[in-house]
């Protein structure tokens, strides 16, 4: 009950303070709809960040709609803005599935990640502590690039999401708050906080959609860190009942390396009892690991969460 209250009190504070009830229209191109954007979202648990909410056309306080939330939401909808000249193109697929009446009703919150604080953020924080004290260490002394420094902080950064963001968007903006309702979305290591986020809160999110899930964690190939994570989601899966997972993953590039691992993943879902109905994992031959080749096949993840037959279930 402490805890509840205590969340509850930062949820005001953020509320009332006055600098999340404006937000700016974000100075980006989007073919369709809007985007708000709130920079610097503040959070208890993690470094503050950019949150951008993109609303379709058409978006009234009338209606209810569903979220889907997409870590690093800066590559989602600008190229011109990005690093690499790339995005998702998640304005045009969502709006294009909406006017086909496709996928019921929806918004998607775009989480900017903190560029060297990314992998931290991403990588699965209980696994990570299940690995043997050399492999952790192995890990942590390779600083390179955006791989971890002190460790994962996954589990601080899903309490945002969840305790933060999430009664944030819900507050203020017409949603279906339930968890049929709620779902996430990443590539990468945004796929592997995907599936974390489900088995961590199952009762929050309905659905994952997990794009060329990086199941080595790290720039190498090596069994151990995929290895710890099936053992966790043996012991975490959600119920097939009530949630759906999407895998998939290319065959070029990174994607390469994941093929083993996503059968292993495979065939544990088949012994949780995942069926065809619950769950997917593609192969796009020839694809390779960027926005470009994810904004190709992002409308399937997305039907299969979203789609108006499931959202009656």
């Given at each position: 009950m402490k805890k509840i209250y205590y969340v509850s009190f930062w949820f005001c504070v953020m509320t009332f303070c006055g600098w999340a009830q404006k937000p700016s229209i974000a100075p980006i191109k989007v073919a369709f709809g809007k985007v708000e954007r709130y920079e610097n979202f503040p959070s208890q648990w993690v470094q503050a960040r950019?949150?951008?909410?993109?609303l379709p056309e058409g978006y009234t306080p009338q209606?209810?709609?569903a979220v889907l939330y997409m870590h690093d939401g800066q590559m989602l909808f600008d190229s011109t803005s990005t690093w690499n000249g790339q995005e998702w193109g998640i304005d045009e697929t969502m709006q294009g599935l909406i006017h086909e009446q496709?996928?019921?009703?929806?918004i998607v919150v775009g989480i900017w990640n903190t560029g060297t604080g990314r992998h931290a953020d991403y990588f699965p924080q209980k696994p990570f502590y299940q690995l043997s004290q050399a492999q952790q260490a192995y890990i942590l002394g390779l600083n390179k690039g955006n791989l971890l420094v002190k460790g994962p902080v996954s589990d601080a950064y899903l309490k945002f999401v969840v305790k933060e963001l999430k009664p944030f968007i819900d507050t203020h903006y017409a949603t279906r708050p339930?968890?049929?309702h709620t779902f996430m979305a990443g590539s990468s290591m945004g796929g592997l906080i995907s599936l974390y986020g489900i088995c961590e809160y199952p009762q929050i999110f309905g659905g994952v959609a997990c794009l060329s899930t990086h199941w080595p964690g790290i720039f190498e190939q090596q069994d151990y860190i995929p290895n710890v994570l099936l053992t966790y989601l043996q012991q975490h899966l959600p119920s097939p009942r009530s949630h759906?997972?999407?895998f998939d993953y290319g065959t070029a590039t990174l994607d390469a390396l994941y093929e083993k691992h996503q059968q292993k993943a495979d065939s544990l879902l088949k012994l949780q009892g995942y069926t065809t109905h619950h769950w997917q994992t593609l192969v796009f031959s020839g694809?390779?690991?960027s926005e470009k080749a994810w904004s190709k096949r992002i409308a399937t993840p997305i039907v299969f969460l979203l789609g108006k037959k499931v959202g009656k279930e």
């Open positions: 950019t949150v951008d909410v993109w209606k209810r709609y496709a996928i019921q009703a929806c339930h968890r049929k759906r997972l999407y694809a390779d690991h």
